[in-house]
């Protein structure tokens, strides 16, 4: 809990438009939840310059608004219900939809028409899950109120990371744990062997999305997996022999070359590492405004 409360000069000064920026931007974020220095910046407001103007346009709202009509009482929504809305549109939408289907299919695959394949298929498509949910929890497109919240203090790089959190935390237990229940198939790494490729894919396209914007870096890099590891077996699948290799073969040894060891998981922390510093440096990209 901050010990910061915002004094009645700063209340002053911010009122008389002559705070800093930086001081600007904390008020306007602590007020968000604090009553008594909201009431503070409040009469600090009213008090100035900008206060008759204010009354001014209050009461001419309030003479033009009819009166409201006889409604029933609202619909409270629960904790649990403002949790999911500020956890973004992914979690509402139809990718959560998509994912649970994803994890189910893949577990009913296996079990329901036997097909041992079914963990090299959810490793393959798995790290591309989590993308396609940041896609579509940040900008215009995916937020109806995303002008709005992009403005406030809290919006920008902290809000996208926010709902990324709240996508990685929907999906990395839920189909590392439909890997898990799998069958084993030989030569294919482990159902959480994905984790760390997928992080660093994540933050690929949040660095990626500072230039471009998260939809456009979200098809590149997911587009990009999916050639990696569906492609490159289709270019070359012969065995030692001469012979084609069965489609699930093919993607178990490509995905053990870019998955199984200590040199993969490595290189992957590496790439997460230079991601996310990247995305620091390029943190304020976020508080432009962009169409994609």
Known sequence: MTTWHVTDQLAELYAAGAAREPDAWSLEKHVEACGPCAVRVSAAVRAGAAGPVLAGVRAAVLAAVPAPAPTSRPRRIGAAGRLLWAAGPALRGAWAVALVLVAAGAVALAYGAGYAGGRPVLLA????????????????????????????????????????????????????????????????????????????LTLAALALGSYTGCRTATAVIGGGWLLAVLAAPAVQPRAGDGLPLPPARALAEQLTQLLAGATAQGGWAVAALLCAGLLALRRQAYDLPRSS
């Open 125 to 200: 498509l798995a790290p591309v899950l989590p993308l396609a949910g940041v896609a579509v929890s940040y900008g215009p497109y995916a937020d109806p109120m995303h002008e709005i919240t992009a403005s406030t203090p809290g919006g920008g790089l902290r809000l996208l990371l926010t709902r990324s959190v709240a996508v990685l935390a929907a999906s990395l237990p839920l189909l590392t744990l439909a890997g898990a229940l799998l069958p084993a198939y030989a030569g294919v790494p482990g159902a959480a062997a994905w984790l760390l490729p997928g992080l660093t």
